[in-house]
């Protein structure tokens, strides 16, 4: 068999293969999933067009617009691993790096990406960038219980309130409200709507006395 280098089917990730100072870069090459160097070239006509997030210190191409800079080189679901030779874990890092003077003046940058290419591994992708989302913080089993006792205290605390709603229950004197008739004093309300105030009914002291 010939010594040829294999090819790739035409296909804008397999432009350039990982240079040797790249490649220490990827961490582990895994089955079902390439990874190139592409470039993306920098026009004045066109937007960039691309959105990324970080999930778990990696991040990910979460969108691509259409007739773009990226448009022809990235896609949703690819994992940036460096810019320009530079590794990337953050996504505010990544658009730092992207945004380099001497990037804008090359008119060019180059990106290191793994991308899924068989469907097993695309399901995989789509479930760790979703992973963010689904995140739960599961509490301990002491701080579970003492969550439970506390709300336990409460309930118990609530069948005794003034608001019980056990109407046969005997209230403690030291919780009947009482009016020292000799002491009060009285003072004038303000209302928000003063042309109602002739409705308000005067209380009678034959009416307090039969309360």
């Not at 592409?38 to 979460?62: C, D, M, P, Q």
């Not at 874990?89 to 990544?94: G, H, L, S, T």
């Not at 899924?116 to 002491?142: F, G, I, L, W, Y």
Request: proline share 2%; glycine share 4%.
């Amino acid at each position: 068999m010939e010594g040829h280098a294999i090819m790739h089917e035409a296909n804008p990730l397999s432009t350039t293969e990982v240079p040797m100072e790249r490649e220490k870069h990827i961490k582990e090459r895994r089955t079902g999933y390439e990874y190139r160097v592409v470039t993306i070239l920098l026009k004045a006509s066109l937007k960039f067009g691309l959105g990324v997030k970080t999930v778990n210190r990696t991040v990910f191409v979460n969108k691509v617009d259409p007739e773009t800079m990226v448009s022809e080189v990235l896609e949703f679901g690819d994992k940036i691993i460096d810019v320009e030779g530079t590794c990337v874990i953050d996504n505010n890092e990544c658009r730092r790096l992207f945004d380099q003077k001497n990037i804008k003046a090359n008119k060019k940058v180059s990106v290191l990406v793994e991308r899924a290419v068989t469907e097993d591994t695309k399901r995989t992708v789509a479930n760790d960038m979703d992973e963010e989302n689904e995140k739960t913080v599961s509490m301990a089993a002491d701080v579970k219980d003492i969550l439970r006792r506390g709300q336990t205290h409460l309930n118990e605390k609530a069948k005794v309130g003034i608001l019980s709603t056990d109407a046969h229950r005997e209230i403690p004197r030291d919780r009947v409200v009482k009016v020292d008739e000799e002491r009060h004093q009285s003072m004038m309300i303000g209302m928000d709507n003063e042309h109602l105030a002739n409705n308000l009914r005067k209380v009678k002291k034959d009416d307090k006395d039969a309360k």
